[in-house]
């Protein structure tokens, strides 16, 4: 066995067990020297894993608990999804997308493709969804708390040229609270053609992303009045719903 993997399982052990524990008590739990304890848990404070409480304890983080249970949503919660997202597809004539945060990453929980003459490649574009580079991404980071978005621009870097060129933590944050006021993510892609809308959800304890994406040409200002409005309108009632604990 490897002895410093046996090492990381046993503190994650403990504090999945025990919430919030002090680093002498880790220390007494575990067995271990507190030199070997602190190399191990900055590292994995460093990966997102475990965070510092404010009494100075040690506690697992919602990424951790995001890695063990992953999309955990019940087979009503996931019909109700796809409803919303068939309906926003109807509504606008467009193809629309749910998406989570996941770890690092953007995932998607669901979409639904109107069907057209013109037709995007949606799939292509939803399998890549990036962190950065995508309204579904940048709505979910901006509505991140700030401690966790500390911690994903430590791990992932900054935006750069994904995002508007922001280079540091205040530019992000100055563009992530414009977002969270504003309440949507707008993206245009001239080089593909397309524009992209993005908007909050708020189920229970977590925020996704409701996102759209069309060809240029189908969005003259008319249009995207009418796309914006039905985009918030399935968001507010999919966040009502929420609120209700299925």
Same mark, same amino acid.
């Given at each position: ?11 994650? !052990? ?9 680093? +002498? /008590? $880790? @220390?007494?739990? #575990? %067995? ?42 019940? !087979? ?9 997202? +068939? /309906? $926003? @597809?109807?509504? #606008? %004539? ?153």
């Amino acid at each position: 066995m490897i002895q410093v993997i046996e090492r990381v399982f046993t503190i994650l !052990e403990e504090l999945s067990l025990d919430g919030e524990v002090s680093l +002498e /008590s $880790l @220390a007494n739990l #575990t %067995g271990l020297n507190r030199g070997t304890l602190c190399n191990i848990l900055r590292s994995l404070i460093e990966l997102g894993y475990v965070a510092r409480s404010r009494s100075s304890h040690y506690e697992l983080t919602p990424r951790f608990r995001e890695l063990v249970n992953g999309m955990n949503f019940s !087979e009503k919660e996931k019909t109700l999804f796809r409803q919303t997202v +068939e /309906s $926003l @597809a109807e509504s #606008t %004539g467009e193809s629309g997308v749910l998406s989570i945060m996941h770890g690092d990453r953007v995932a998607v929980v669901t979409q639904a493709q109107h069907p057209r003459v013109l037709m995007l490649n949606t799939m292509e574009i939803y399998a890549a969804l990036s962190l950065y580079h995508s309204v579904s991404g940048r709505i979910l980071v901006s509505h991140m708390d700030q401690d966790a978005r500390t911690g994903l621009c430590s791990r992932a870097g900054f935006p750069g040229s994904d995002w508007d060129d922001i280079g540091s933590f205040q530019a992000l944050e100055k563009t992530c609270s414009k977002i969270r006021r504003d309440g949507i993510s707008i993206m245009k892609n001239p080089k593909l053609g397309i524009i992209s809308f993005a908007v909050p959800v708020f189920w229970n304890d977590i925020v996704m992303s409701l996102g759209l994406t069309m060809p240029i040409s189908r969005c003259p200002s008319a249009e995207r009045k009418k796309i914006i409005e039905q985009l918030k309108k399935h968001a507010e009632r999919l966040s009502r719903t929420g609120d209700l604990k299925l």
